[in-house]
């Protein structure tokens, strides 16, 4: 482990908008049952680019949300892969 607060700091955000992205999924699944306002896509696929992609991942999997859409089918697990080569090379650099 490590006592770097740059890390710390960053851990911090990835948690932050994982929950936050798979919470968004199961409340506009919900709005959308009910036939509600719903929360934009936009803001869906930038909740992913700003950390929370597995959390997204994980919403529309869980909540068998947006599995239609290839915006998101294709886009959140691109957007994970990206964000997962950019940790690689910061970690071997």
């Given at each position: 482990m490590t006592d770097d607060?740059?890390?710390?700091?960053?851990a911090l955000?990835?948690?932050?908008?994982?929950?936050?992205?798979?919470l968004m999924f199961w409340l506009d699944?919900?709005?959308a049952r009910k036939d509600m306002w719903r929360i934009p896509e936009k803001t869906?696929?930038?909740s992913a680019l700003l950390g929370g992609s597995v959390g997204a991942l994980l919403?529309?999997?869980h909540f068998r949300h947006k599995t239609k859409h290839p915006k998101f089918t294709l886009g959140i697990?691109?957007?994970?892969?990206?964000?997962?080569?950019c940790?690689?090379?910061?970690?071997?650099?």
């Open positions: 607060p740059m890390m710390i700091l960053f955000w990835v948690v932050f908008w994982n929950l936050l992205a798979y699944k919900q709005y869906l696929i930038i919403g529309m999997k697990p691109a957007i994970l892969i990206v964000q997962a080569v940790i690689a090379v910061y970690i071997i650099t």
